[in-house]
């Protein structure tokens, strides 16, 4: 494993760096525009949405030839444009954006394999009502990606995440009617919340521990030196590092949101989504993301290794890629919808990514996540092709026999097809497989992934040839007449296909430019690497990989026309380990029983202890404020009022037994006069007393 | 004493009572009489002849008469049938008695501070006419305005009503 | 000559006798009876007073009696007046049942 080379700071951005936030901001415009338009507004909503990621295609051209003009010349070029968005006491809250080869590579891929799915999407959803809705969640998600990738702030970075989640929920449920989607929606979400939170727990450590949210700060960011070192001190628990523990708990959101092995149980549900968002969002760029977060932070993950040796992180990282790419590759074989194996196919090509990753550095893992990008997109255009052109029936069963119906979508598919078989030489799928092959093997601590990941690498061979015997080769099965698909949607399939071959190029021995681009070292064109004995042993073992897999897939499938009521041979051959892979491992089952059977007991008691404990004490506290009530009501009618009322009865009754002094008759007043007149005088005469 | 004062006092003190006790109203207007005239004796005896003419030429030829004539008017010849004493006449008796212990008590207690005798004074008519236009002149006008009053006073009160009688 | 205090003993029965009279008798007239009685009895005391009291030239005493006959007089008119207006409006002059100013 290659250490990188340090980049000198950039003082200055340049002009193409400053604007570079246009990138992910032109997509997103776009996206509010279309959601105020009133519907339906496809031409706008096409014009819109096309126009912001060509424009946004176009910037990151320029970014990349930037970059690459500086790794020519020698001065490599990492430039951030870092601004403060609030304060609080005495800590910063900063967000900015980094162009280096990183970034720019994937600023290139992204949004060339996201036009190229755009223009294939008018042609696909031109017959659905909700085209302007589409193309508005579509337009979000590039944008969200985009913030994604150029996000120098591990907070912006965690921002445009969080929108990638929202826009890939959205569009799972994009025929939010069918309640397999709904549900599928909510499953995706859901899966990649939990990886989320171990993800936000990672930031806030990292945050609390450095002190600054900015990967790449003029020496002062969270993975620069400084930090780096005070956080491979500073110990954490079970003797780990709080450098390793803060990446495993940043892999931990990498591995929801690239499903691998705990967390991937959503990504084949999500092939309720449309074919396009299938192919945009899981398999090129969304669950690519995960993948590019490890790469981004790859100077955390790999803190504190010596030279040439690994960290925990880095081997945790490699054990769950090893594992995911070998355990979707057997479910794989045993599926019989057409998007779901390539489904499972993705999730084991990004355990490879991973695996890459751990074992080979940032270089070989993300080589593979650019070629792998193209032929998976081009593979599951093609099936959205076969789809729509077997009139939306998406069994594999019931299809066969395309290959003169749609000439073109075979040539590209089987195109694609190899490259994901890597086959050798000819495509770039053969090249990035074969490093991370060549990494495994030099690993130090432990052959068993690389025997996992060659057994991988044989059973993906198997499936495809499989699944392409059974929709392409025999007869045709199906009901409908199947007819080839519109230019707009064959076109792009074209480009991608040249692209699957010619991306080879760039990752060879020979001339190993995208490594040495990553890296920042120079590139040098020497034909001697093909001649090494090492180079050699993994040609052999690939070659060897792949005549085994697709001979021992043609034996069993190729051009026989299978009923599509008859179980499959592979079925007939192994019954109970057939039954296993098809139904996943049961691990769906399995988090049923355990964490949602948990999570809806957890509900009911939660629920009871509302309505009951809290709802009781609620009406507790009414029931004595009624009863203060009452008791006040009493008080006041009895009490207070009858005192009153007493009183003024009192006073009555003893105004009327003084009236009855008032007799009327005359003689009564004189005798009182009288008699008043006799004490006035005896109490004169008392007090004259000498 | 003389003997005339105890005669003339048991005059006095004898028509009062026959003026109270009596049952007929006439017999009791006479009487009352007769205490007026017994009076005009002690006043007389007092040697206050204008006061005691004026006593008998008022009382005895004025109010009697006038008492008379009430009586003739609201016919108290008739002896009523419920008895001419009220019915709680003893709360009044004892209240009179009452009086009439206070004051006889007050006189006895100080009857050895009065004057047994005084001289004669010499008074004549011509200086109860001289002072009456000179020192009572206001009193003499005043009470000139209220018998006025008075008169007019008692025409309107025992007037027959014109119209809307009871 | 007779004491002072004998012509008061005088007045001073003579203003109970009117006094009862005036507070015993049903008649109205024999209640202003009385009262003519009390008025004399008074009379008689200011006169006694007049002769037995230092200054009789001044002729205080003789003078209020004579004014009090004058009054007296007069309201002997009114108050037989006001007798014979009631007897005409209630046809009786028993004071008992004169109670219209009952409380």
Not at chain 1, 24 to 38: D, F, N, Q, R, T
Not at chain 1, 404 to 414: H, V
Not at chain 2, 95 to 115: D, E, M
Request: proline share 4%; aromatic share 12%.
């Amino acid at each position: 494993m290659q250490a990188a080379t340090l980049f000198t700071p950039q003082l200055a951005a340049s002009p193409i760096a400053k604007i570079l936030w246009l990138i992910p901001a032109m997509p997103i415009v776009a996206s509010g525009v279309i959601s105020l338009l009133k519907q339906p507004r496809r031409k706008a909503a096409t014009v819109l949405s096309i126009g912001s990621l060509s424009f946004s295609l176009l910037l990151s051209l320029i970014a990349f030839a930037h970059v690459v003009a500086g790794w020519a010349q020698g001065a490599a070029v990492r430039e951030t444009v870092n601004f403060t968005w609030f304060q609080f006491g005495s800590t910063t809250v900063d967000l900015g954006w980094v162009l280096d080869p990183l970034s720019s590579v994937m600023l290139v891929m992204v949004t060339f394999v996201g036009l190229l799915i755009f223009i294939y999407s008018i042609g696909y959803m031109a017959h659905d009502e909700n085209y302007t809705r589409f193309f508005c969640f579509l337009s979000l998600f590039a944008g969200a990606m985009l913030g994604v990738v150029i996000s120098n702030s591990i907070l912006l970075l965690f921002m445009s995440w969080e929108i990638v989640g929202l826009t890939s929920y959205l569009l799972i449920g994009f025929w939010y009617q069918k309640p397999s989607a709904a549900a599928a929606a909510k499953k995706a979400f859901l899966t990649t919340r939990v990886g989320d939170i171990f993800f936000l727990l990672g930031i806030v450590w990292l945050f609390a521990q450095t002190g600054t949210l900015l990967f790449y700060n003029h020496g002062a960011g969270s993975i620069e030196g400084w930090a780096l070192t005070g956080l491979l001190a500073q110990p954490a628990a079970l003797g780990l590092s709080a450098a390793t523990a803060i990446g495993l708990l940043i892999f931990a959101g990498a591995a929801g949101k690239s499903g691998q092995l705990p967390l991937h149980v959503w990504l084949p549900d999500a092939m309720e989504g449309p074919t396009p968002v299938s192919a945009l969002i899981h398999a090129a760029t969304m669950v690519a993301a995960g993948v590019y977060l490890i790469a981004r932070v790859y100077p955390l993950m790999q803190a504190g290794a010596l030279a040439g040796g690994t960290t925990p992180a880095l081997t945790v990282v490699t054990w769950v890629g090893a594992s995911t790419a070998l355990f979707a590759a057997l479910i794989a074989v045993a599926q019989n919808d057409i998007k779901r194996i390539l489904a499972y196919s993705t999730i084991s090509q990004l355990g490879y990514m991973m695996a890459g990753l751990g074992l080979g550095g940032v270089a070989v893992g993300m080589f593979h996540l650019i070629t792998h990008a193209f032929f998976k997109a081009l593979l599951f255009m093609g099936a959205g092709s076969v789809i729509h052109g077997c009139h939306e029936e998406q069994d594999i069963r019931k299809m066969g026999g395309l290959k003169s119906a749609m000439p073109l979508t075979f040539a590209t598919y089987g195109i694609g097809m190899l490259a994901l078989c890597g086959v050798p030489i000819f495509f770039s799928g053969f090249w990035s497989k074969d490093a991370i092959l060549e990494s495994a093997h030099g690993w130090p601590l432990s052959q068993a992934p690389f025997y996992m990941l060659v057994f991988g690498a044989v059973l993906t061979a198997f499936y495809m040839t499989r699944q392409i015997s059974y929709v392409f080769f025999g007869a045709y099965r199906g009901h409908n007449h199947a007819h080839e698909s519109p230019r707009v949607m064959t076109t792009p399939l074209a480009i991608l296909a040249f692209f699957a071959v010619a991306l080879g190029v760039i990752g060879t021995p020979a001339w190993p430019w995208f490594r040495a681009f990553l890296d920042n070292r120079a590139a040098d064109v020497s034909l001697h690497a093909f001649a090494e004995p090492a180079w050699l042993m993994l040609l052999l073992t690939s070659c060897v990989i792949v005549v085994l897999g697709i001979g021992f897939g043609w034996t069993l499938y190729g051009n026989k026309s299978p009923n599509a009521e008859a179980p499959d041979a592979l079925e007939r051959a192994v019954p109970w380990i057939w039954a296993v892979l098809r139904d996943k491992f049961y691990v769906d089952e399995f988090y049923g029983a355990t964490f949602i059977a948990f999570y809806e007991w957890w509900a009911r008691v939660a629920d009871w202890l509302d309505r009951r404990v809290w709802g009781g004490a609620v009406a507790a506290v009414t029931w004595l404020f009624g009863l203060w009530a009452q008791l006040n009501r009493f008080l006041d009618t009895n009490v207070v009022d009858g005192t009153f009322d007493k009183g003024c009865e009192e006073i009555s009754t003893g105004g009327g037994l003084l009236a009855s002094i008032q007799s009327g008759r005359v003689q009564n007043y004189l005798r009182i006069l009288a008699l008043a007149v006799v004490a006035l005088v005896a109490i004169l005469i008392w007090s004259s007393r000498p | 004493m003389s003997p005339v004062f105890y005669l003339v006092s048991a005059m006095t003190v004898a028509g009062a009572l026959a003026a109270v006790l009596l049952k007929p109203l006439v017999h009791c207007a006479l009487a009352v009489t007769v205490a007026f005239a017994g009076l005009a004796f002690l006043f007389l005896s007092l040697d206050a002849q204008f006061a005691g003419f004026a006593q008998i030429l008022v009382y005895i030829g004025a109010v009697a008469i006038l008492i008379v004539f009430a009586i003739l008017l609201t016919k108290g010849s008739e002896l009523p049938r419920d008895g001419v004493f009220s019915r709680s006449w003893l709360a009044g008796v004892v209240i009179s008695a009452a009086v009439f212990a206070a004051l006889g008590w007050a006189i006895l207690r100080s009857a050895w501070t009065l004057p047994h005798e005084a001289a004669v004074p010499v008074v004549t008519v011509h200086d109860i006419g001289v002072a009456l236009v000179d020192r009572y002149v206001l009193p003499l006008e005043i009470v000139a305005l209220l018998l006025t009053a008075a008169t007019i006073g008692a025409v309107i009160v025992a007037m027959h009503e014109k119209e809307g009688a009871k | 000559m007779t004491p002072l205090a004998s012509y008061l003993l005088v007045a001073a029965l003579v203003f109970a006798i009117g006094l009862a009279g005036a507070l015993v008798r049903r008649n109205a007239i024999l209640v202003l009876i009385g009262i003519e009685l009390m008025l004399n009895a008074a009379n008689l005391n200011f006169i006694a007073f007049w002769r037995y009291g230092p200054h009789p030239e001044a002729l205080t005493g003789m003078m209020f009696a004579i004014f009090s006959i004058a009054v007296a007089a007069a309201e002997a008119a009114v108050g037989l007046g006001l007798v014979i207006a009631i007897y005409r409006h209630a046809q009786t002059t028993d004071l008992d049942k004169m109670n219209r100013m009952k409380g």
